[in-house]
Nanobody, 123 residues
Framework: VQLQASGGGLVQAGGSLRLSCKDS????????VGWFRQAPGKEREFVAG????????DYADSVKGRFTISRDNAKNTVDLQMNSLKPEDTASYYC?????????????????WGQGTLVTVSS
């Protein structure tokens, strides 16, 4: 396993969680990283992305202002801080390493994927 996502759990609406993606083989030091999510019965969707050096970030409109993506290349980690969580944020969250130095909104731009971590937000 090259990418391992962790930090999911059960939280009440309005609460916070911090997800972390650990790169065990240094596959994304020079690559963009994205977080995606997939709710039951729905397609996987882009949540947030960050460029190789953290200089550029991108967020889905549904999470903008609530979620923050960051990275620490020295520790080979990319985190997703999720605040003001809503029941509609409930999903399995996946991190992925891009083919490129930047991130992107299409899943086809990513070559390595983590196993997913489940986030459940209760109302």
């Amino acid at each position: 396993v090259q990418l391992q996502a962790s930090g999911g759990g059960l939280v009440q609406a309005g609460g916070s969680l911090r997800l972390s993606c650990k790169d065990s083989r240094r596959t994304f030091t020079n690559n963009g990283v994205g977080w995606f999510r997939q709710a039951p019965g729905k397609e996987r969707e882009f949540v947030a992305g960050i460029s190789w050096n953290g200089g550029s970030t991108d967020y889905a409109d549904s999470v903008k202002g609530r979620f923050t993506i960051s990275r620490d290349n020295a520790k080979n980690t990319v985190d997703l801080q999720m605040n003001s969580l809503k029941p509609e944020d409930t999903a399995s969250y996946y991190c992925a390493s891009s083919f490129r130095a930047t991130s992107g909104r299409s899943a086809s731009l990513y070559r390595y994927w983590g196993q997913g971590t489940l986030v459940t937000v209760s109302s």
